[in-house]
T-cell receptor, first 112, second 112 residues
């Protein structure tokens, strides 16, 4: 069965610190990969996506993610976080039968 | 106007009651999904539908049913609500295979 693992459940950073959130998936076929962000009290919004091509994907608000096929990973990064990045971040994979699988989420708390 | 609209936004009800959560979309997408979100568990897929005549069970369909009344409408029902169905419920849509999902604002459901 496909699954998505986010190992960091809660991350606390100071403003301007660099961010990397881990995401690993288990699926041997062709994958479509996504990162979503959920700001407090809001719905999930797409940050970035990977379908094919350049494994380094740039998204909105300065976020990027790198697809490493050999490691089944799709880690999210941002060089310098801001207080407004405080949110919960979800990694997702589109697997068999066009079903989406979400990780359990990582709560990011950025201290001003 | 929101592209994916969920009603109601909040609902408190009692054990044993029948509840319907509604989702409508103006994006013209064929694919619609219902998820529940619980703290620390991320999003779990309840049901999904790729067109009006296609309904599929997700990971946690027990205790739930759905109806795809039209391309734009996908409702979720709890026939006899129980307290462990207390959660935040999201509807989502997507276009073609593998395209990102677009989420509604969620319905916060509390079952006493």
């Amino acid at each position: 069965a496909q699954s998505v693992s986010q190992h960091n459940h809660h991350v606390i950073l100071s403003e301007a610190a660099s961010l990397e959130l881990g995401c690993n998936y288990s699926y041997g076929g062709t994958v479509n990969l996504f990162w979503y962000v959920q700001y407090p009290g809001q719905h999930l919004q797409l940050l970035l996506k990977y379908f094919s091509g350049d494994p380094l994907v740039k998204g909105i608000k300065g976020f990027e993610a790198e697809f490493i096929k050999s490691k089944f990973s799709f880690n999210l990064r941002k060089p310098s976080v801001q207080w407004s990045d405080t949110a919960e971040y979800f990694c997702a994979v589109k697997g068999n039968f066009n079903k989406f699988y979400f990780g359990s989420g990582t709560k990011l708390n950025v201290k001003p | 106007d929101a592209d994916v609209t969920q009603t109601p936004r909040n609902r408190i009800t009692k054990t044993g009651k029948r509840i319907m959560l509604e989702c409508s979309q103006t994006k013209g997408h064929d694919r619609m999904y219902w998820y529940r979100q619980d703290p620390g568990l991320g999003l779990q897929l309840i049901y999904y539908s790729f067109d009006v005549k296609d309904i599929n069970k997700g990971e946690i369909s027990d205790g739930y049913s759905v109806s795809r009344q039209a391309q734009a409408k996908f409702s979720l029902s709890l026939e006899s609500a129980i307290p462990n169905q207390t959660a935040l419920y999201f509807c989502a849509t997507s276009a073609a295979s593998g395209q990102p999902q677009h989420f509604g604002d969620g319905t916060r459901l509390s079952i006493l």
